[in-house]
């Protein structure tokens, strides 16, 4: 027993080296996402179908070998949309998992990533913000680690205002028009109102801001207001069940859903499935189209949702608006990660290394192709001043079943809106105390 003992003691140690090496080489060869995910809640529909497009996406890159032999790996902390909740899950994330780095975080939620925006940048952690977050963060000059990916909030209202006049006869018609615009009682509800104001005056259109409160059950007075207003056209710049309610409130007033036009997070099928026959005739924008015809997705329900390792709950979600934004969302961050890697090496980099892949996106036509996603990702190309790279929509409207889209590309007025953001940007840097990179020296 003399002897054995302490043999018996050094295979155990030699057991648990071995192991640890392992597992240390293991991470040392991944590239770790961390996911501030909502998976319950009044906004559960969004947290669950974007999160599990991107975890299916990441699962799918997976199939295929990972990012030149780096495998992508991820955790998800719950926040239930809660801005206290999600920075908890910033800080408890942040440092990487089993050694391998950070890649950028995606919260999916405009409150937690202002309340992460200053962490993320003094981490040197790419916050990813695709259809959301501050306008301002366009300018990468004095937020360098901040990405309103494909549409920023006055992108989005501005290409709404064109396409109104578009539908009037030309912007000139604008002109004394009576616009109404409902919208979340919350940050991201709050972000464009001072544009509206803006393309109000440069139009001529009377414009009426109705705020409800979150989480948007209770619109009662917001639409006898609208009936007695007799607004050409609303906004609905909802979220969650308050978009289904208002489709509903809107009939009950005699509202005509084909003059309601969806925002960027109004635009689904649970935003609409759930008002029933209230919805028909709904339009809103989008990013990218509903549908599994294109070749990324085929690829994903071969590799994943078919091998039995989908990410959804619910299997017809698959193709769906949220489930493709979160695929969307993936492609970006892994060809960020992609790109990065060209420069810095086939290996885990860190968020500083991967937002030098953020800041040079070019995804042109022939990129897109060969990802697959030619027609579910517009063309993007991205720099240090320019964090959003696109400013396009399209118009989709509700037959009563699917989305049908109406439209080509709707381009926002960038000229008109870059000032706007710079001078932002300029005021929150004087505030800070942050001195603006030189992007004409930027490499």
Known sequence: MTHRTPLRSLALGLALI??????????????YFPLQSYRVGPYAAGGT???????DYLQYINSKGGVNGVKLTWSECETEYVVEKGVECYERLKGGLNGAPAAATNPLSVGIAYATIERSTADKLPLITIN???????????????FPLQLNPYSEVSAIINYIGQREGGADKLKGKKIAVLYHGSPYGKETNGVLETLAKNAGFELTLLEVPHPGNEQQSQWLNIRRLKPDWVILRGWGVMNPVALKSAQKVGYPADHIIGNIWSNSEEDVI??????KGFISITTHPSGTDFPV??????????????????????????????VVNGILNVEAVRLAQEKYGNKPLTGEQ???GFEHLNLDDARLQALGAKGLVQPLKLSCSDHEGGGAVRFQQWDGQRWNLIS???????????????ASAAQ?????????RNCSQEQ
Not at 18 to 31: P, R, Y
Not at 49 to 55: D, E, R, T, Y
Not at 133 to 146: A, E, K, N
Not at 274 to 279: E, L, R, V
Request: glycine share 14%; hydrophobic share 40%; charged share 20%.
């Open 408 to 422: 080509d590309w709707v381009q926002a007025d960038r000229a008109l809106l870059r000032p706007i953001i710079e």
């Open 132 to 146: 959301h977050g501050r306008t301002d963060s366009t300018d990468g000059s004095v937020f360098p680690y901040v």
């Open 18 to 31: 071995t192991a640890t090496l392992s597992a240390g080489a293991q991470a040392a060869n991944e590239q």
């Open 354 to 356: 991967v937002r030098w």
């Open 49 to 55: 179908g974007f999160f599990g497009g991107f975890i």
């Open 274 to 279: 759930p008002a029933g026959a209230a919805a």
């Open 297 to 326: 997705l085929q690829g994903i329900k071969q590799s994943v949702v078919d091998a039995g390792k989908g990410n959804l709950a619910d299997p017809k979600r698959f193709g769906t608006v949220y489930y493709n934004l979160g």
């Open 428 to 436: 929150y840097a004087k505030e800070k105390g942050i001195t603006p």
